[in-house]
């Protein structure tokens, strides 16, 4: 149902240190190099386009999402930004992170390589799949696409 509201935001964890008890959104794919998600369809957020076709990928050092993504037949698509900007995350694709800060930068969630420092959105309004930077490799949301229709994804219909 295209017309539908959006249902309710996920619920917020609190900040800590330690490994989540609940189970993660995502799970790590066979070859170790992304992650996709983890949850049945039944107990997936309903959102459009549906989560199920999310892809979470770590751009190169000076590359934006629209091109991570594409370089893995995929489209960027910020809406998800909201479901992957976690510590969890970035523990889930074995990202050591000596410290995670939240602040405001349209280049966030990203990882600044040299330090180990990692960095989450502070304000959902700056999620953006078209920057980059030099010092940050960023956690990039993709979804797969139909060929010749991009707002649909393969499974959608």
Excluded at 24 to 49: C, D, E, G, K, Q
Excluded at 86 to 97: E, G, M
Excluded at 123 to 151: F, H, I, M, N
């Amino acid at each position: 149902d295209f017309c539908a509201g959006a249902s309710p935001p996920l619920p917020v964890k609190p900040n800590g240190h330690a490994m989540p008890s609940s189970p993660s959104l995502f799970t790590l794919s066979p070859n170790a190099t992304h992650l996709v998600w983890s949850y049945n369809a039944s107990s997936a957020p309903h959102v459009w386009p549906p989560v199920s076709s999310m892809q979470v990928w770590v751009s190169e050092a000076g590359q934006a999402c629209t091109e991570t993504c594409q370089e893995h037949r995929l489209v960027c698509e910020p809406t998800f930004f909201e479901f992957l900007n976690k510590k969890d995350v970035f523990l889930q694709l074995r990202i050591a992170c000596d410290s995670a800060e939240s602040e405001m930068s349209h280049l966030y969630p990203a990882l600044a390589e040299n330090v180990q420092e990692c960095y989450l959105q502070k304000e959902p309004l700056l999620y953006s799949c078209a920057g980059y930077s030099t010092k940050y490799r960023r956690l990039c949301p993709c979804r797969d696409y139909r060929k010749g229709q991009v707002a649909l994804c393969r499974d959608c219909l």
